[in-house]
């Protein structure tokens, strides 16, 4: 399946709404009016497009159509699509920062159930499938079940994890796990950590000691720290990502479960809103499903007829 497919699919939910909301309101309609932009609105916020984007969208639509540029409700999906591929593509894109010189290092962090374990099998599968060789890091060591999840992943996708005990010091896991992918000559490794809500300052501290063991370990590490968000909050995900900024350093999000959210504006409004790119998107259920976000690809999906 090609990714334009996987995005149209996993984009569903949030299409339908979308252009249902826009086929209600303008097909019947002979004169726009306040109430028109007022229910326009309110159909762009329940995508989770968030207040900034919905707003710059009704503007540019109402500014079209009072000069006479636009008429239509698929007038107004082209107007949407230019504006929102507009946001998506100003200021950092999507995109790994390699480290020539040994392994890429990629540390994810996140709260308890946005899908971050799963997230770190799918991901090494993904570079797997480029030709790419993995070493994982079970720095989960909070929780009793987080070095045995990632440990199971590894075992599929017959992929190293060094790990430690339960209620041992996941900055050594990390250490070790970065020492064994030099030793391996792998080109990623990447490091499992606990959930953790960020305003925990104990765990946000932990936190801190891992990136600096890291840096032990690796100079140049961590090259990327990824945040896994859980989509289907919807614009509370944008709040998730603010606060854990706040006391500790991204480079990007993963975000998962698109596929089971009338919410993909989230990403949107994430990228307008904290400027963090969206780097992975988590499409579906199996391994291959998490696919390198592609703002192109995403705006096209997302308005695309979901019956051809």
């Not at 799918?122 to 499938?129: G, I, P, V």
């Not at 995900?237 to 959210?261: C, H, M, N, W, Y």
């Not at 969206?278 to 308005?303: I, M």
């Amino acid at each position: 399946m090609g990714l334009f497919q996987l995005f149209k699919d996993g984009l569903k939910k949030t299409t339908t709404s979308i252009k249902h909301g826009f086929q209600t309101l303008f097909t019947d309609q002979k004169v726009w009016d306040d109430e028109t932009y007022r229910r326009l609105e309110a159909v762009l916020i329940g995508t989770d497009l968030g207040m900034t984007v919905t707003s710059a969208l009704v503007a540019s639509i109402k500014d079209k159509y009072e000069h006479g540029q636009i008429a239509t409700a698929s007038d107004i999906m082209q107007v949407s699509q230019e504006e929102i591929l507009k946001i998506l593509l100003d200021g950092r894109q999507a995109g790994i920062n390699e480290n020539p010189d040994g392994p890429t290092v990629i540390l994810f962090v996140g709260v308890n159930g946005s899908g971050k374990t799963t997230s770190i099998a799918k991901l090494a599968h993904y570079f797997q499938e480029q030709g790419k060789s993995v070493v994982l890091g079970a720095g989960d060591t909070f929780r009793a079940a987080g070095v045995t999840q990632l440990q199971l992943w590894a075992e599929r996708l017959n992929c190293p994890v060094v790990g430690g005990k339960l209620g041992g010091d996941s900055a050594a896991v990390a250490f070790d796990a970065i020492k064994t992918g030099i030793a391996r000559k792998a080109d990623y490794v990447i490091i499992d950590t606990a959930g953790r809500q960020h305003t925990r300052d104990d765990l946000m501290a932990e936190l801190g000691k891992v990136k600096r063991i890291i840096a032990k370990a690796l100079p140049t590490a961590p090259h990327e720290t990824w945040l896994t968000v859980d989509a289907s909050i919807g614009t509370n995900a944008i709040v998730q990502a603010r606060e854990f900024g706040k006391v500790f350093p991204l480079s990007g999000l993963v975000l998962t479960k698109l596929d089971g959210t009338g919410k993909g504006g989230v990403v949107v409004a994430i990228k307008q809103e904290l400027g963090y790119p969206v780097q992975f998107v988590g499409l579906g259920e199996q391994l291959g499903d998490l696919q390198p976000f592609d703002a192109q690809t995403f705006v096209q999906a997302l308005f695309a007829d979901q019956e051809a």
